[in-house]
């Protein structure tokens, strides 16, 4: 079978011969007749996602990002559901340390972090010298409340956009497209509606490329896929309308047509819930 090769940003100028034309047209029949449009159930069973700011964008990271802290995090909290990624954004303070300046700058992260059970989590600081501490307070967080820890309550909304170019380009891309179409949707908003709770993030690679732009809405768990820039109106709408808390198994899917699926739900269980609700979409 031939692969296609999917490129993104804008081409050099190309003499369009017969011969081309006709390649282009087979190419674009093939992907739009071979690639699956199915979303529901393509998220990756997590429990807890854990995001280490950076004051560096996804725009400056190699396809390959790491860190001390971020893989130590990773190893410790894996076990029980734990996902450890990067999280940039211009209105929130971070270190002035990252994985780039690894060996010259102590590596230091403020640390927000998302459960299924009892929704969001901050920790200062944490650094190589305290992450076995952090990782006690993350379990703590992601069990279940019959242990004594109340459910965090805040009225902020977290989203989060991968826009890790250098690891596909359909992120880089249609990421960075779609992250200035919501600060646009946001300030033309900022005083007619209860948006402003709404916290936007830049984060790096989140797994499936192909379902660029991706979208993670935190504290809900909801994650969208293919999502474009005239698409955010009508998802920030949806978003508002939802009460801020971590989605339960008897809740309805946060935009149908671009939902991937939920935190703390395998990946049949995801769906089981598509499935379920299918009659109201």
Not at 47 to 55: A, D, G, Q, V
Not at 111 to 125: Q, Y
Not at 216 to 233: A, C, D, T
Not at 253 to 265: A, K, Q
Request: charged share 20%; hydrophobic share 35%; aromatic share 8%.
């Amino acid at each position: 079978m031939t692969q296609l090769r999917i490129l993104c940003g804008t081409p050099g100028p190309v003499r369009a011969t017969t011969a081309h034309l006709r390649y282009s047209w087979f190419s674009r029949r093939s992907l739009s007749d071979t690639v699956p449009e199915q979303l529901a159930g393509t998220v990756p069973v997590h429990h807890s996602y854990i995001f280490l700011r950076t004051p560096d964008p996804p725009s400056t990271y190699p396809a390959k990002y790491t860190s001390p802290v971020q893989r130590k995090l990773l190893l410790a909290t894996a076990p029980w559901g734990g996902s450890v990624n990067f999280a940039w954004s211009p209105s929130q303070s971070a270190d002035p340390s990252s994985p780039a300046n690894e060996g010259t700058v102590p590596e230091t992260h403020h640390l927000t972090a998302f459960s299924s059970t009892r929704g969001k989590l901050e920790i200062d600081g944490v650094s190589l010298a305290n992450v076995e501490d952090a990782t006690k307070t993350l379990r703590a967080h992601g069990e279940a409340r019959t242990h004594g820890m109340p459910m965090a309550f805040s009225d902020d909304i977290h989203l989060y956009l991968c826009t890790h170019g250098a690891r596909d380009c359909r992120c880089g891309d249609t990421g960075r497209r779609v992250s200035r179409a919501i600060r646009a949707e946001l300030e033309r908003r900022q005083w007619h509606d209860s948006s402003a709770r709404i916290k936007l993030a830049e984060v790096a690679h989140v797994g499936g490329h192909k379902y660029a732009a991706n979208v993670l809405v935190y504290p809900h768990g909801e994650w969208l896929g293919q999502v474009k820039p005239e698409n955010v109106p009508d998802i920030i709408d949806a978003i508002l309308a939802r009460p801020v808390r971590p989605m339960h198994s008897e809740d309805m899917p946060l935009c149908p047509s671009h939902w991937r699926g939920r935190m703390g739900l395998s990946k049949d269980e995801q769906l089981d819930l598509f499935t379920r609700f299918s009659h109201k979409y």
